[in-house]
């Protein structure tokens, strides 16, 4: 079995910083893209970014050049550092793995359990 652990959020004021961490645990073989994703209420959730194993990100236009997204292949970890956070980032963000391989043949996408951002003065 496959677990995501996300730590790392929390009340912040606006133009804060906050950075959230995943770790994927478990009977992990390898996993192809590592992502967070967010969901305010009343919204749908959205794809704040993504990484794959080999490094390329991708980012949702509301964050760019704000959010980076990196990741620890060896410790199956993806991290978000968030940096000028405005009111309109509170949300609950999800970290998400993609096509995560098992060393029992497996292939599955796998979600946390979500973590509560919340920008406010």
């Known amino acids: 079995q496959v677990q995501l652990v996300e730590s790392g959020g929390g009340l912040v004021q606006p133009g804060g910083s906050l950075r959230l961490s995943c770790a994927a645990s478990?009977?992990?073989?390898?996993?192809?893209?590592m992502g967070w994703y967010r969901q305010a209420p009343g919204n749908q959730r959205e794809l704040v970014a993504v990484?794959?194993?080999?490094?390329?990100?991708n980012y949702a236009d509301s964050v760019k050049g704000r959010f980076t997204i990196s990741r620890d292949n060896v410790k199956n970890t993806v991290y978000l550092q968030m940096n000028s956070l405005k009111p309109e980032d509170t949300a609950v963000y999800y970290c998400?793995?993609?096509?995560?391989?098992?060393?029992?043949?497996?292939?599955?996408?796998?979600w946390g359990q979500g973590t509560q951002v919340t920008v406010s003065s």
């Open positions: 990484i794959s194993s080999g490094g390329r990100t």
């Open positions: 478990g009977n992990i073989f390898s996993i192809y893209a």
């Open positions: 998400n793995a993609d096509r995560v391989r098992t060393y029992s043949g497996s292939t599955h996408n796998y």
